[in-house]
């Protein structure tokens, strides 16, 4: 059966905040707030991609306040790391900022990350959604988002397929060159499965090729049909693969197929974009 791209880069996630914040003396409506702490977190929330770059003028403008009165927090969080100074009174985010976000965006399970966006994905498309990684020459099914009803793909976490086989399979392998497919591959046969399962190597190459360049796969076996595309970490990785899939009664029309695939890869860019993808498509 068939198995069936936040930037940190100089703050757009950083300053992903609401526009409209709190002022200064809003917050000291508080007696236990740090107008201190207030003010360098504020600045570090004035950073976006449209704002790569602030002096200290932009950082008293925006805080009301006077470059004398944030000298000493600019210059806390330049030995920090959080900013980095890149002329005179001129600053960027540090590496401290991206460093911090990227170990949160690591620590965070795929699963965990990808488990609601694939439920949404199921319950928006009556389709069955599935999660992957590769180990091997096999992808593993790690999560199922199942569609309930009478005709639906049930591929059980756990489950492994044939890379070769499967769309999922074939967006995982994207990530190999071509001597680490040769090597992975050296003693598999292929034809072990029918068309239209690469018989071959060379053949394989062409279908990774053109999962490459297209950026997702679509596959058709065991009368089912799955569309799959692949998800990226903030180093932009290739992490897995998610998949829409269903019956060949229900995937047959070609214009569904298109409203499917495009509902796909708006999941994986939500998806891409909580896991800190840099990858785009």
Known sequence: MSDSQV????GQDVASAPTALPSLAASRENDYTVPALFRGLRILEMFSSSRKV???NDFAEELGTSNSAIYRIVITLTDMGYLKKIARNTY???????SLGFSYLASRDLVEVVAPHLDTLRDQTTMSCHLSVREGTDAIYLYRAFAAQRMSVNIPIGSRLPCHVSAMGRILLTVLGEDELQQLYRQIRLDDY???APQNLPALKDAIEEARRQGWVES???????IATG????????VGAINISGPDAMMADERRRLLLRGALMDCARHIN???GGLHRR
Not at 7 to 10: H, V
Not at 220 to 226: C, G, L, P, Q
């Open 273 to 275: 974009h909580e896991l």
């Open 220 to 226: 058709r076996s065991d009368y089912a049909t799955a």
């Open 231 to 238: 998800l990226y970490d903030h180093t932009g990785h290739l």
């Open 54 to 56: 602030l002096t200290t």
């Open 7 to 10: 930037s940190l880069s100089s």
């Open 92 to 98: 960027e985010l540090g590496p401290q900022v991206i």
């Open 194 to 196: 029918p068309p239209p």
